[in-house]
């Protein structure tokens, strides 16, 4: 049985059965059939019966703005301190006529809030302060309701221990970081408002908690970012709007960026270097955003109800609804960023007719420049050619050449993945399938050189990375991480993460073996300055954006597998499994060149072990997840401690 044959909860119940059973996923990655699916609400609900329809809001004339711009960059209220306040306001996010209540962040030089945040633009080796400030009150300082649906069936962060959605609790993580723990943003590491009489609440546990933040910027030049992180409502609040970017510059990208008296630079700086946030939303018909919560039929009803996953039917692009950027013909480099809740997008750009535009060349990914530039493909096996896969929390630095593009001459940047991918269902036209329009209509500015970057750029002249290898590296320790999907005890999927080493077959599982949950105990504990091989077991019928708090790592290989398991009763009643057997196919493949760079983020596909080299460079407390919101929600996510 697979799941092409049945629908996505038949296909759980038949692998969570009682008896052992052994499944083959590596079909998954070669069928570019649709799968079966129980219908649409399965994945989003019931639509809103005041929803905006995708066709009636303008595409292609929103200004796309570039959050470069001085404007819209982080302001420090002295040197090297910034205070962050965290605010609801409106916002004209390009429906065509009504504002949208978001949250945002406002620095001590914004007379408002925005969202995406105040963009940092900071220097390796110089330190800073980051205070972010919950200030999710009215103007009487009265605590806000949230507009969000709050399942308080989950494991979440619940401020005042009653089930309660007000006060809403926030916790703000430096994506990308090699960050001090009590730092780091973790998902118990909220506050509530400060109102008017009590001082905000902090959650005290065994992790370190201080604010502000200190991000002490040692790490290489790199596209991070930060977003909301609060267990159990991450989905949410980065919905309504909690994510901004922090890019950080070293030496070399100054080197690289910094115009030749002749030649003129390498890379393309700003206006000619723009970040892209890519995200999903749906809208009611006054602006306010929907979020679906009406579980599939057959659940136990739960209202609000979390769902699986989310996949939004409008496009924003810093935050503007299917926005045109004007380009003048030259190198532009484009900084991407996927920040939606569960959508994959496989790009490319194409003509208004349809044929093929500029190619996207990748330079760099999440923590660093490749060593050279790359052209990209899909990440899956059969997957498209010359386009780039970007999963929810990956980052990539592009470069896209309009040069000697005839004026006039408009390009679309255009999705083709499925949801959920890479096999799920086809996307609607005119909606995510769409992304936003280049239209080459600036004259050249000749006072600045085009940029000089090519194929053949040597993008790190003094620190190359060369191919990932493990020789000449002491290897302290081999985890092999289980990537799962069971029921909760409403009858709802539930993803989750834990150990893959298989168990025997007329074992029952122990507490340690196949799946738990985040609030078990810790089982990875790596040492501080050692190397790790962690092995990403995917044994769900979707991929999955594994990100590891504080670490980059270098993507080893892929291989696929097959397996026999059991089902598994967890600490919170769900229903878990655990492995009893892997046979691993006799062919690894490598990792695309355009992915072969400094990672945080890892796309795990289907049927394969996903194998990633890690370095743990400080002590303390982190966690590990899938980047797909909806997930990390609902316990794919889990603890690790690295000692000293």
């Known amino acids: ?48 019966p005041m929803a905006i329809q995708a066709a009636a809001i303008p595409k292609f004339t929103n200004v796309l703005p570039n959050p470069l711009a001085p404007a819209l960059k982080a302001v420090a209220t002295t040197p090297g301190v910034y205070h962050l306040r965290i605010e609801q306001v409106q916002q004209n996010l390009g ?28 220097t390796q080796g110089t330190p800073v302060q980051v205070n972010f400030i919950n200030n999710l009150i009215d103007g009487t300082g009265a605590l806000l309701p949230n507009p969000m649906p709050v399942d308080t069936t989950l494991d979440w962060v619940n401020p005042p221990a009653s089930g309660a959605t007000v006060p809403v609790p926030v916790a703000t993580h430096l994506h990308g970081g090699d960050t001090a723990s009590n730092s780091d943003g973790l998902p118990d590491q909220w506050e509530t408002p400060a109102t008017i009489a009590p001082a905000p609440a902090y959650y005290q546990t065994s992790l370190t908690f201080q604010m502000p933040y200190l991000y002490d910027n040692t790490q290489e030049s790199g596209h991070l970012w930060y977003h909301d992180h609060a267990l159990g409502i991450t989905r949410t609040n980065v919905y309504m709007g909690l994510a901004g970017l922090y890019f950080l510059r070293d030496a070399n990208e100054n080197t690289l960026r910094t115009a030749g008296a002749r030649t003129g630079a390498v890379l393309p700086s700003y206006p000619y270097e723009v970040p892209l946030v890519l995200q999903d939303r749906m809208f009611n018909a006054d602006g306010s955003l929907f979020y679906p919560d009406t579980p599939a039929a057959g659940t136990t009803s739960v209202a609000p109800s979390h769902l699986p996953e989310f996949f939004g039917d409008v496009v924003l692009v810093n935050a503007q609804a299917w926005p045109v950027l004007a380009v003048e013909p030259r190198k532009y480099r484009f900084r991407l960023l996927n920040g939606s809740d569960s959508r994959f997008y496989d790009l490319k750009l194409v003509t208004t007719a349809n044929r093929a535009g500029p190619a996207i060349t990748v330079i760099g990914n999440e923590l660093g420049f490749l060593d050279k530039p790359a052209v990209p493909s899909a990440n ?21 050449d309009f040069t000697g593009v005839k004026a006039g001459t408009r390009f679309l940047l255009v999705n083709s993945a499925a949801a959920p991918y890479p096999a799920g269902l ?5 909606t995510a399938d769409q992304v936003m329009a280049f239209d080459v209509t600036l004259p050249l500015n000749a006072a600045v050189r085009n940029a000089t970057v090519g194929s053949a750029t040597n993008l790190r002249p003094t620190a190359p990375l060369g191919a990932v290898t493990t020789r000449g590296k002491t290897i302290a320790a081999t985890r092999k991480i289980l990537l799962w999907e069971g029921m909760d005890g409403f009858g ?17 599982p122990g507490p340690n073996d196949g799946t738990m949950t985040y609030k078990d105990p810790v089982t990875e504990t790596p040492k501080a300055g050692t190397w790790e091989i962690w092995e990403f077991y995917n044994c769900t019928v979707d991929a999955h954006p594994i990100h590891m708090h504080l670490v980059d790592f270098r993507i080893l290989n892929r291989q696929a597998f097959t397996f026999t398991s059991v089902a598994k009763t967890m600490t919170d009643g769900s ?27 890892v796309q795990a596909f289907p049927g394969e072990v996903t194998r990633v080299l890690v370095n743990f460079k400080r002590a303390g407390d982190y966690v590990y997840h899938c980047h797909i919101l909806s997930h990390e929600d609902h316990e794919m996510m889990r603890p690790y401690r690295v000692i000293p």
Do not use: C
Not at 101 to 120: E, H, K, L, S
Not at 381 to 398: F, Q
Not at 426 to 430: C, R
């Open 575 to 601: 229903t878990g499994g655990a492995l009893t057997g892997v046979t691993l196919a006799k062919a690894t493949r490598a990792p695309g060149a355009w992915e072969a760079g400094r990672k945080d983020t």
């Open 95 to 122: 429906l065509g006529g009504p504002l949208t209540t978001v949250w945002g962040y406002r620095d001590n030089a914004m007379t408002a809030a925005r969202f995406p945040g105040p963009t940092f633009d900071v």
């Open 380 to 400: 899956w096996v059969g997957g498209p050619k010359n386009v780039l896969s970007i999963a929810p929390g990956e980052r990539y630095d592009i470069i896209v």
């Open 1 to 48: 049985m697979n799941r092409h044959d049945v629908g996505k909860r038949e296909f759980l119940k038949y692998m969570l059965g009682t008896a052992v059973a052994s499944y083959t996923l590596p079909g998954f990655l070669k069928s570019g059939t649709a799968m079966a699916e129980t219908g649409r609400a399965h994945i989003l609900g019931a639509p809103s």
């Open 426 to 430: 086809p996307i609607t036209p005119g």
């Open 492 to 508: 709802r999927l539930q993803t989750m993460l834990g150990n893959a080493t298989p168990i025997a077959a007329t074992a029952a």
